[in-house]
T-cell receptor, first 112, second 109 residues
Framework: GIQVEQSPPDLILQEGANSTLRCNFSDSVNNLQWFHQNPWGQLINLFYIPSGTKQNGRLSATTVATERYSLLYISSSQTTDSGVYFC??????????????FGSGTQLTVLP | NAGVTQTPKFRVLKTGQSMTLLCAQDMNHEYMYWYRQDPGMGLRLIHYSVGEGTTAKGEVPDGYNVSRLKKQNFLLGLESAAPSQTSVYFCATLSGTQYFGPGTRLLVL
């Protein structure tokens, strides 16, 4: 099956710093999504981004499908950004139902 | 709209007991999924459904069964719980983006 690798596995930042999280995937995909899991366990979709660049406030994401990677940028980090960031992809495969494969996540801690 | 809801939120079982986790959605989405999340790991797909009356196996289906008798509900059953099934279980729907329920924490002693 498809492999999804995220880096770094852990990241500690001082409030106000910027960061870049990376997601590499091993095959062509239909789409790619970024999620944030907050310290209470809730999973929230951040971006649906099969290709190109999107921005939402201090967060932005870029997917380069031809090179099989995606980047999540967090600018001016805040303590509320802490949590685990997951990327998930689903394959281009005719006749099959959509199934997301998740990476193992990046644990982000933002210190005050 | 409530979105995706899960019951119960937390449960403790003894080895060998059975239980059913209920997922309900009010978004009229066709696709529904059950995942498990273990400490320090991503989400692994247990079973999924592409519509009412359909179910299919995911990556880790052993020890679980599912049913989708109504479009809005997706049930996950554990027939004989084992300590290895201690985990957090998430239900999700899919329509473009994926929408998650709040999770069910299950402890099997």
């Amino acid at each position: 099956g498809i492999q999804v690798e995220q880096s770094p596995p852990d990241l500690i930042l001082q409030e106000g710093a910027n960061s870049t999280l990376r997601c590499n995937f091993s095959d062509s995909v239909n789409n790619l999504q970024w999620f944030h899991q907050n310290p209470w366990g809730q999973l929230i979709n951040l971006f649906y981004i099969p290709s190109g660049t999107k921005q939402n406030g201090r967060l932005s994401a870029t997917t380069v499908a031809t090179e099989r990677y995606s980047l999540l940028y967090i600018s001016s980090s805040q303590t509320t950004d802490s949590g685990v960031y997951f990327c998930a992809v689903d394959l281009i495969s005719s006749g099959s139902a959509r199934q997301l494969t998740f990476g193992s996540g990046t644990q982000l801690t933002v210190l005050p | 709209n409530a979105g995706v809801t899960q019951t119960p939120k937390f449960r403790v079982l003894k080895t060998g007991q059975s239980m059913t986790l209920l997922c309900a959605q009010d978004m009229n989405h066709e696709y529904m999924y059950w995942y498990r999340q273990d400490p320090g790991m991503g989400l692994r797909l247990i079973h999924y459904s592409v519509g009412e009356g359909t179910t299919a196996k995911g990556e880790v289906p052993d020890g679980y069964n599912v049913s989708r008798l109504k479009k809005q509900n997706f049930l996950l059953g554990l027939e004989s719980a084992a300590p290895s099934q201690t985990s957090v279980y998430f239900c999700a729907t899919l329509s473009g983006t994926q929408y998650f329920g709040p999770g069910t924490r299950l402890l099997v002693l």
